[in-house]
């Protein structure tokens, strides 16, 4: 008797649904649909009414289920290798691709990631997912997959993408450094990342300051204290180079104006005052005034520079950069004496596109566009022979 009453009410709820399960297998293609599209706005409610609640665990301190764990690890390995799977490397033994790779892994990894003789921060171990000490996870990836995940990041993790996403020569270079990274002693990690006299640790991910000491501690990892650029051509020589370009180039890179995910880090969020210190410090380094025996530069590319191209449109480089007798405007780089690869480099980047500036960089992607590589090669080779400490130069006011 006392189940009356409920009975009469489970009768009355189901009454809409009643023959369901027949209409469901027997009904128009229309009902069908409609059913589909109901249960689906249900189920996407009842999750959001999940969420709304409040009941969803989003507290890194409680970490992942083994089961979310592995689900999220497997999503993303299959990600990142069937998205790498079309990209095929460049050589990566060359040692400069090295060392600019380790340059920055110390700015913008190593906190992280860890390094060789370099725990992890205690703070990024309490993310989730924390970012593993990688030198041992290396081995696991191939290199078009480090590329991928340096290049673009890892999405509801804190692996962050390139700051530069132009610059994928910048990105090969930290793969080339990485692909060394597993079985590096400490010693030598510190030589390549923090510079032959190295402090014992970098603090990056900091709030950049402004202390001229620090800044140019930081400078000198890559481009040496005195401002040659450490030898193979990854890091540009900066000594003696005119005041007004140098300043031109970190305002560039501080206001975006030209990509480096290497450098702009460095320089963004430095007042204008620091980057004026800097501009003229390393515009008073000395040049050094001996040099071993420069290789004899190639005829083809001398060639070139003074003459450029008529038929194609490309001018003569020497106008703007010498050797010549005349004054030069001082916001036009010295490129004599400029490591070759550098420069090589640097006129790629103005030929594709990727290479901003100050106001005058435009004079150069006209100069660069119709370039191709062997004339590229040549000019390079041909600069890179020439004394860095140009004859026509102390005459000119800086
Ligand atoms: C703010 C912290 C952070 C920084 C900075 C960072 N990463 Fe990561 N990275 C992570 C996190 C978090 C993951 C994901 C870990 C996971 O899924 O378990 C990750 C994953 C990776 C992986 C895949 C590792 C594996 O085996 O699962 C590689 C490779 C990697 N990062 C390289 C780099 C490099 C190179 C840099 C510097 C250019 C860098 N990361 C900068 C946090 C960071
Ligand atoms: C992690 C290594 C690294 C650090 C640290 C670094 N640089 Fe650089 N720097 C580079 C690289 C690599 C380039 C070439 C970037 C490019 O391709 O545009 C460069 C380019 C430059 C240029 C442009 C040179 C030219 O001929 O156009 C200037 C100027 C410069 N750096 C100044 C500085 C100053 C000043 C500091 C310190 C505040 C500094 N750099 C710190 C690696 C570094
Ligand atoms: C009309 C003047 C002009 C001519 C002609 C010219 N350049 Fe330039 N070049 C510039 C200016 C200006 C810059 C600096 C751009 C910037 O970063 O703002 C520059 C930059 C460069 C750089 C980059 C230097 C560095 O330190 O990053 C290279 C390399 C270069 N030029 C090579 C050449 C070559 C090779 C030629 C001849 C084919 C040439 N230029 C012709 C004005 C000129």
Known sequence: MSHRPAEALYRLLMRPFAGLGQR???????????????????????????????????????????????????????????????????????????????GHYATGCAFCHGAPGQERSLIVERMTPAPPFLPPRIAEWGPEELFWIVKNGIKFTAMPAWPALGREDEVWALVAFLEQLPGMSPQRYRE???GPGAAATVPRLQAPTDAPDALLADCARCHGDDGLGRGLGAYPKLA?????????SLRAYASGTRQSGIMQPIVAGLDDQALQALARHYAGLPAPATQEAPPAPPAQGEALARQGLPERGVPGCVHCHGPTSTPRNRQYPEIAGQYPGYLALQLQLFR?????????????H??????????????????????????DRPAEPR
């Open 366 to 391: 006209s100069a660069a566009r119709r370039l191709d590589d062997e004339q590229i090669e040549q000019l390079a080779r041909y600069y890179g022979a020439q004394p860095w400490s140009s004859r």
């Open 352 to 364: 594709d596109g990727l290479r901003g500036g100050s106001e005058y960089a435009h004079v150069m």
């Open 24 to 102: 469901l297998r027997h009904g128009s293609w229309r009902f069908r649909l409609a059913a589909a599209a109901l249960t689906l706005v249900l189920l996407s409610g009842t999750g959001l009414l999940f969420a709304w609640s409040g009941l969803v665990p989003v507290a890194a301190s409680s970490g992942h289920w083994p089961l979310t764990d592995w689900l999220l690890h497997f999503t993303m390995r299959s990600s990142v290798r069937t998205q790498s799977a079309s990209i095929t490397p460049p050589p990566l033994d060359d040692p400069s691709l090295v060392l600019k790779g380790a």
């Open 240 to 248: 003696g180079q005119r005041e007004a370009y140098l300043l031109a």
């Open 192 to 194: 390549l990342a923090l």
